[in-house]
């Protein structure tokens, strides 16, 4: 067993987090990431309304026993979701670990506080991670720039900017972005980390309920099929190549604007995509880590050859190097 800072902050048995995915976190992955002593998240805004995520959490307690958290994405909207009301439906429904992302989760804290939530709040620079240690959350989860989804614009891979956190920040760490099995759990720890954070991982597992089309693709695409959108607009998502990122690209390249892509790249595209199969229906996350994945397992047996895998490979090969 690898017992880190962030297992003993966290109380989960494994330095193994499964990230808040936009239409992917659901109960039934969240528990059993869970259930096999890493921890899993339930994605809090893939649920139409607070209700909703209530019955999401409780649909995980039938499931598992074991810890398991809710992400929170707080982003810039002129409608923006009822986060209080979020916040109430996790704290009321007992969860005691929330993952915070996008924006300053500074107005959140005094609330999780009072609630005895520990906050791990995921970020793409040092510069952010010192912030938010600032406003007293407990971890972070640092996201480089191989990660699926939004890297930041400042495209610090992890070999950088894994050890460039540790260096700074005196919080547990966990890593994201380019880890798929042992042996990035190891770099990870060798880094400085503290636990590894994967998305594109578990979307690839049995318990994830996307369409089984997407999981073969990830399987089959190499580490180069994705592609950076939105980097004229200063909001780079990294996301599959296909032929809706390929077309955004072009477009935003001679000069679009985020109007003439609205239909293209909108949430619900992206969420049949996972719900169809059809690879093309709109654009989706998915990290260059990809390039590694190579079946669909179980949660568990995921979990359970990565923290063994890891042993081996630091009592084996590593310790092989030492005279």
């Known amino acids: ?82 986060y209080d009301e979020y916040r109430h439906a996790i704290a009321e429904s007992g969860v005691k670990i929330v993952e915070t992302a996008g924006a300053n989760p500074e107005p959140h804290m005094p609330f999780f506080k009072d609630h005895g939530i520990k906050v791990l709040h995921k970020c793409t620079s040092v510069r952010h991670a010192l912030r938010a240690e600032k406003v007293g959350v407990d971890g972070v989860s640092i996201d480089g720039f191989e990660c699926a989804g939004h890297p930041g614009e400042d495209d610090i891979p992890g070999l950088v900017l894994i050890p460039a956190a540790a260096d700074k920040l005196s919080i547990p760490i966990i890593a994201s972005g380019g880890i798929a099995d042992e042996r990035g759990l190891v770099a990870a720890l060798a880094l400085g980390a503290d636990g590894v954070n994967m998305g594109t991982r578990f979307m690839s597992t049995q318990e994830s309920w996307i369409h089984q089309n997407v999981k073969d693709r990830i399987v089959e695409a190499t580490e180069r099929e994705t592609s950076l959108i939105f980097r ?79 042993e081996q490979i630091i009592n084996g090969r590593l310790a092989g190097f030492i005279n």
Not at 250 to 267: K, N, P, T, Y
């Open 1 to 82: 067993m690898l017992k880190t800072r962030f297992t003993e902050t966290f109380g989960v048995t494994h330095p193994i987090v499964q990230g808040g995915m936009q239409w992917v976190g659901r109960a039934e992955l969240a528990a059993a990431v869970s259930d096999a002593g890493a921890l899993g998240i339930i994605t809090a805004l893939t649920q139409p309304t607070p209700e909703a995520l209530a019955g999401e959490i409780a649909k995980a307690r039938e499931l598992t026993d074991k810890p398991f958290g809710v992400n929170l994405t707080i982003l810039p909207s002129i409608n923006p979701p009822p």
């Open 232 to 310: 004229p607009l200063r909001n780079t998502a990294r996301v599959a190549r296909n032929e809706i990122s390929t077309k955004v690209v072009s477009m935003l390249d001679e000069g679009a604007q985020f109007e003439d892509i609205r239909e293209l790249v909108a949430g619900v595209r992206g969420r049949e995509v996972y719900e169809s199969g059809d690879l093309d229906a709109g654009v989706w996350s998915v990290g260059m880590v990809q390039g590694l994945i190579q079946d669909v397992p179980s949660a568990r047996e995921l979990v359970e050859r990565m923290v063994s895998g890891a």
